[in-house]
């Protein structure tokens, strides 16, 4: 009985030990975590929006407006939204950042700028779950694709795009493909519903 006790005691001993040694941890690493996460969506901000001087987060309400667009785009997410100004601090446009659960793999997160007048700048990849090889391919072929473009609404093509609204699909990856265009014509909704009163 003895020897249980104290075999108990040595483990609650060794546990308690890891548990302060990981919370030490834990809080040693946030801040850091923190901040680079803080510079990742900086950098996406100043990839589609390059002539912008500062960005500026504003508070994404989830009202009622919020919520007409949401039943629209129920596999997508509107995370983050910044303000994206000249250095007099005048408005060029916007930074969505979109979260599209409809990959192959799980969700794929991306910020994209938009003008005033409607036009996308582009879109950056924040963090995809996409298998290694699709992840790459969207980043190289799909990215490009939506630069500069003003249309109502994006479709993909797997037989070369002709039209002004039509994507290249990722070859072997339509589901990848799909995604990224449901996000990024879910955000240019945002900017309509929301942004553009």
């Given amino acids: 009985m003895k020897q249980i006790i104290k075999d108990a005691l040595i483990l609650f001993a060794i546990t308690a030990i890891a548990g302060v040694l990981l919370a030490v941890v834990n809080e040693m690493t946030k801040e850091p975590i923190a901040r ?8 996406a901000c100043r990839a589609v929006f390059e002539d912008a001087a500062e960005f500026v987060l504003l508070e994404v309400n989830y009202d009622a407006t919020y919520e007409t667009w949401s039943a629209t ?11 994206a100004c000249d250095a007099s601090g005048n408005l060029l446009g916007y930074v969505i950042t979109v979260v599209n659960k409809e990959g192959y793999n799980g969700d794929i997160s991306f910020a994209m700028g938009m003008r005033l007048d409607r036009t996308l700048n582009g879109i950056a990849i924040l963090a ?7 992840g790459l391919e969207a980043e190289t072929v799909l990215v490009p694709q939506f630069a500069n473009r003003n249309v109502e609404s994006f479709v993909y093509t797997k037989n070369g795009a002709v039209a002004e609204n039509e994507i290249d699909a990722i070859s072997s990856a339509t589901i990848t493909t799909n995604a990224f265009v449901n996000g990024v014509n879910a ?11």
């Fill in 73 to 83: 785009y129920p596999s997508n997410e509107i995370t983050e939204v910044y303000e």
């Fill in 128 to 134: 995809t779950s996409e298998t290694v090889g699709l």
């Fill in 187 to 197: 955000g240019m909704a945002y900017f309509d519903l929301v942004l553009q009163k």
């Fill in 36 to 43: 680079q996460e803080e510079e990742k969506k900086q950098e």
